[in-house]
């Protein structure tokens, strides 16, 4: 094993490794309203794509026939530990924010 623990994976890796396993590619894809059978591809820079986005999504999935409906992912990192779930600490409520924001904005950040 080359990490002793997830959090020690690089986020990049950690979605390569993701979407390698026969086991999660499936769990995390094959849900309502994502392509059947997609195009999957990781890290994948939206400079140059209608809209003006800035950035890079994590995964991009794509049906062959509907390119135009394609689904992207962004991965985003929270550390925490059990203390401040049963606290609710400080630090949980500013990531809850900042997801929510950007959410909210559909931020590719």
Request: hydrophobic share 40%; proline share 6%; glycine share 8%.
């Amino acid at each position: 094993m080359e990490h002793s623990s997830i959090v020690d994976i690089p986020e990049g890796q950690l979605v390569k490794e993701l979407l390698a396993d026969p086991y999660w590619q499936p769990t995390l894809f094959d849900l309502a309203g994502f392509p059947e059978n997609p195009i999957i591809r990781d890290q994948v820079d939206l400079a140059g794509v209608p809209g003006g986005f800035v950035g890079g999504v994590d995964v991009r999935l794509c049906d062959q026939a509907r390119p135009d409906l394609a689904v992207a992912i962004q991965a985003k990192r929270i550390k925490f530990d059990a203390w401040d779930l049963e606290r609710g600490s400080a630090c949980m409520r500013r990531a809850r924010r900042r997801c929510a924001h950007s959410h909210a904005l559909g931020s590719t950040n």
